[in-house]
């Protein structure tokens, strides 16, 4: 039994001599084991401690040596075992469960439970690998640094994978639980596998100068739709992107800029926390008028055509709304969002595919789709559309009314 682990070793007896005791733990290799050929009882159990300064390892006797171990805050993967000779405390702090599973073997050892079915360390020196600090940061720039027999470190954080011809996103990339900034950018990558709407905390994804051609709808579902903070889709040939897009509700970035989009979804209005949107150079004829919800610090919309007529494009209004359209509008308005173990998935994918009249209604199937001028200077402080003077632009509005329709072809404008 082993652990990597953080580990303050503090000298009871120091302070009696004046000696300060103050300092930082020590990345460590933790392990409780006993010498080869040695008897199979707890008498021949040690706990053995290595550092980078000392590889060969500290052995602290077990039986009858143990005073005390304090598990208050195991929970968070810190505790400590008090010997008493040498007079030492080892504060240890490491992951949760490999602490549990330390001190459940500690506790079988001690008790001098099944000794020879324990996975326990042979007390050999460790290797340089097991006690350097975990690295939380790796950049590759050229393809010859790739890896490709290694697995890329558990601990990584932070991966910046630039300029080596990657043609597709490895699982054992979307693997890396603790990863918090993705950049791939300058690759030649031409699909986002599904399973990266699973990362567990990542919150930057750089995609720029790849080959994109499309996102599957499930892409911004899943945990990412809650890490996601940063997203750079530019210089790639997208077409078009899902309406699942609104559901990454933590985005404030999102750079589209450089592809051949013509439509932007109605769902963007959705992102309410967005604060900087690029979709400059592409082939939008319009915008979606849900964005006037949105308050931007800085939007680039430059070298589009916007070409679409102003006008009525649909009047889907035919009556009174369905059952359906209500209750879902009602469940939106009260921030109700039940899942798919309470109602039939497929009405799950409905209550989510609701847009917003400008006057804030809530709409689904009845609604009126219009093509308005929207003011693009009461959306972003910070606008850059054409020329100076430009300020609007083009867009399709999903009206609840034919009242909202006749106020707004108006006043957006």
Same mark, same amino acid.
């Given at each position: 039994?082993?652990? !990597? ?15 300060? !005791? ?7 290799? =933790? ?9 199979? +009882? ?24 143990? %005073? ?16 008493? +000779?040498?007079?030492?405390? =080892? ?11 330390? =001190? ?27 006690? %350097? ?7 590759? %720039? ?11 470190? @558990? ?10 011809? =990657? ?72 077409? @078009? *992107? ?33 604060? @900087? ?8 004829? %319009? ?42 509008? @009602? ?31 809530i709409c689904y199937e009845s609604h009126i789709l219009a093509c ?10 910070? *606008? ?21 329709? +006749? ?7």
């Amino acid at each position: 039994m082993r652990i !990597n682990c953080e580990v303050l070793v503090s000298n009871r007896k120091l302070p009696s001599l004046n000696i300060s !005791n103050k300092r930082g733990g020590t990345r460590s290799s =933790l392990g409780i084991g006993r010498p080869p050929g040695s008897k199979s +009882d707890v008498s021949s159990l040690f706990i053995h401690l290595c550092t980078a300064q000392n590889k060969q390892g500290t052995k602290y006797k077990i039986v009858g040596n143990i %005073e005390a171990v304090f598990t208050k805050c195991v929970g968070e993967g810190k505790f400590t075992i008090r010997f008493k +000779d040498p007079a030492h405390d =080892l504060c240890i702090k490491a992951d949760p469960v490999l602490a549990k599973s330390f =001190l459940h073997t500690l506790k079988l050892g001690l008790q001098n439970k099944d000794i020879d079915k324990l996975h326990l360390s042979n007390l050999a020196p460790v290797k340089q690998s097991q006690v %350097e600090k975990p690295k939380t940061k790796l950049i590759i %720039e050229s393809k010859q640094d790739y890896p490709i027999t290694t697995a890329f470190p @558990y601990s990584l954080e932070l991966l910046k994978i630039c300029d080596v011809q =990657l043609n597709r996103v490895e699982n054992r990339i979307i693997k890396l639980k603790r990863l918090h900034s993705l950049d791939l950018s300058h690759n030649l990558i031409k699909e986002l596998p599904t399973k990266m709407n699973e990362m567990h905390c990542l919150s930057t994804l750089q995609l720029s100068f790849n080959n994109i051609t499309h996102i599957n709808h499930q892409l911004f579902s899943g945990r990412l739709s809650h890490t996601l903070h940063f997203l750079d889709l530019s210089n790639n040939k997208i077409e @078009y *992107l899902p309406h699942t897009l609104g559901q990454l509700h933590s985005l404030v970035s999102l750079r589209l800029d450089g592809n051949i989009l013509c439509k932007l979804p109605v769902s963007l209005g959705k992102l309410t926390r967005l604060r @900087y949107l690029t979709a400059g150079n592409n082939k939008l004829v %319009e915008l979606p008028a849900s964005i006037r919800h949105l308050k931007l610090d800085s939007m680039d919309v430059f070298g589009n055509p916007f070409s679409s007529p102003l006008g009525l494009v649909r009047d889907s209004i035919t009556g009174v709304p369905c059952l359906k359209e209500i209750s879902s509008a @009602y469940c939106v308005t009260r921030g109700l969002c039940p899942t798919a173990a309470e109602i039939p998935a497929t009405l799950v994918e409905y209550l989510q595919a609701w847009v917003k009249c400008l006057c804030g209604k809530i709409c689904y199937e009845s609604h009126i789709l219009a093509c308005i001028s929207l003011n693009l200077k009461l959306i972003a402080s910070g *606008l850059i559309i054409g020329n100076v003077y430009q300020t609007s632009a083009p867009a399709i509005a999903t009206l609840c009314s034919k009242k909202c329709f +006749d106020k707004f072809s108006k006043t957006c404008s």
